[in-house]
């Protein structure tokens, strides 16, 4: 499908203990609401807890928009780091990878449409967020930041968590960036 078949993106910025979740309206461009997933450090079976949490979210989001969403729904994610880093160590990285593999499988469980099994690159965001802000390209990309950005712009509550603004800024990264790639796409197809 074309992405302007959607009315909603449905976008994770998924973590081993703490994910955001943001559902975009792509008709009204901006957040319709977000939520927190939480995986206790107790549970035992972290990804069975997360798989559940994720179908409670599900449950939530037909509360909240009814079920006419069915096929009008876009999974979407942050893309999963790949390598270590100065802030991922070799356990952060599994722990990743397996909220990433517990998406999938939800996803093919629920037989719902995402974007592809990539994701949308920090990178990408944090180029996009300076873009907007006019920053040099070598300016550091603080989560603060980018939640006082989304405070201003689309009046959320200065207390949403920074891992349901770092989901609202990727949704809208998706939407703003990738969207302009598709069309450009389309338009070479013509």
């Known amino acids: 499908k074309k992405l302007s078949q959607y009315k909603y993106l449905i976008m994770f910025d998924l973590a081993s203990k703490v994910s955001g979740v943001c559902v975009w309206d792509l008709e009204e461009k901006k957040p319709a609401f977000t939520s927190v997933i939480k995986v206790p450090d107790v549970e035992e079976n972290k990804a069975a807890y997360l798989m ?3 179908r409670g979210f599900l449950v939530h989001f037909n509360d909240r928009l009814g ?3 069915v096929g009008k729904a876009l999974i979407a994610r942050e893309l999963c780091p790949m390598q270590q880093g100065k802030f991922t160590t070799a356990k952060t990285l599994i722990a990743l990878g397996k909220a990433h593999a517990v998406l999938d499988c939800f996803i093919a469980d629920q037989s719902v449409d995402y974007y592809d ?5 920090p990178a990408t965001t944090h180029a ?3 873009k907007l802000k006019g920053l040099p390209a070598g300016e550091k990309v603080e989560k603060e930041d980018v939640r006082g950005y989304l405070v201003a712009e ?4 200065p ?3 920074l891992d349901e603004t770092d989901a609202i800024f990727l949704a809208k990264t998706f939407q703003d960036v990738f969207w302009d790639k598709e069309l450009e796409g389309e338009i070479k197809e013509k």
């Open 128 to 130: 996009y967020f300076r």
């Open 159 to 161: 207390k949403t968590t």
């Open 154 to 157: 689309y009046g959320i509550d």
């Open 52 to 54: 559940a949490e994720l």
């Open 117 to 121: 099994l990539e994701g949308v690159a």
């Open 67 to 69: 079920n006419d969403w």
